[in-house]
């Protein structure tokens, strides 16, 4: 017999504010918060300067010295993302987190760029000097779900996703699905990323990166016929899932439950998409949830602004729903923010339709022609009820996911 799943707490970090109050606000100006990253002139060769970084960010002051020595900026996110979901879940400090039956399953691309150079030092300068007792576990992928683990003293399974853009969606995925068959109670999942120009540089030498450097807030612009590339944002966001009967008997604020996950892959090309496995695996979280595709009134899209990756996802979108269902993309916000933007779309995603409305896609002035026939939401802010919705995101490698949620 298989367990429901509900999320009991939510929360994250991002460049719109580091509480669902601050990221409403933020949402409801219509404004991105990208800028020109002045810091990155000293690399010439990097043509796009833009990026939406979380310039207010600190760890709180009750994060010890020991906490943080093995914390790059990419754990502290994740761990302070995690707190504040504890808090809202009512588990901060509960014995059942500091036990077997609680478990972690987060994503992130990559560690911290920080340790990297000090771990790469020895390579090109032959010297052990940058390297300390903490150097690798700042950088190493899976920093910011291990120290979860630690922070908070779980003792359950470990999971960890670093497929770029689907890390945070896959956590939150493998999180599901270990509740739902009975291995966990409670799971701590989402993904985490700090920002770095090596990430911009990836899709700069691709020519997939926004390079209008003199106007931040005309980019990203997804879905746009005068798009011109993605943004890099950082961030992080997680989800307290918790086995439902668990929830009802003490209590628990229940936001949403996950209905439906999918993930596969195209087996094809590294770096191309392909219409055909995004919209399979889609199908294959309808099916996970048992639902028709008139059941869901809402798709959070992926939407990057890059030239293929916005045609296939929206032409993949309606061969599944054969219809123009409400669609939009939050990363015309705060970028592309990588192993992260699944779990924050689908935080922001499960809050903005708790209240009835969705924000729109900003920037999309003129639908490209070759984009299929949606409902994009645009200009404004639209009021919109609905018990299932979408929330989609496919990386690089050819790797899909697609996620279902219920509100509670």
Known sequence: MTRRVVVSGASGVTALGSSWEACRQSLLQLRNRVRLMEEWAIYPDLNSRLGAPIDAFK???????????????????????????????????????????????????????????????????????????????????????????????????????????TAGSQGIGFAYESIKDGRQTVMLAGGAEELCPTQTAVFDVLYAASTANDKPHWVPRPFDQARDGLVIGEGAATLVLEEREHALARGAPMLAEVVGFATNTDGVHLTQPEQHTMAAVMRAALDDAGLAADDIGFVSGHGTATQRGDIAESQATRDVFQRAVPFSSLKSYIGHSLGACGAIEAWLGIMMLREGWVAPTINLDTIDPQCADLDYIRESSRPLSCEYFMSNNFAFGGVNTSLIFRLC
């Open 59 to 165: 760890p709180p002051a009750h994060y010890g010295r020991k906490q943080l020595r093995s914390q790059g900026r990419v754990a502290q996110l994740a761990v302070c993302a995690t707190e504040q979901a504890l808090q809202s879940a009512e588990l901060l400090g509960s014995d059942i987190i500091s036990s077997p039956a609680t478990g972690v399953a987060y994503g992130s691309a990559t560690g911290s760029s920080d340790a990297a150079l000090e771990f790469f030092s020895l390579l090109e300068e032959q010297s052990m000097r940058r390297i300390n007792g903490t150097t690798y576990v700042r950088m190493m992928s899976h920093t910011a779900a291990v120290n979860i683990s630690v922070f908070f003293a779980t003792g359950g399974r470990l999971i960890t996703s670093n497929t770029a853009c």
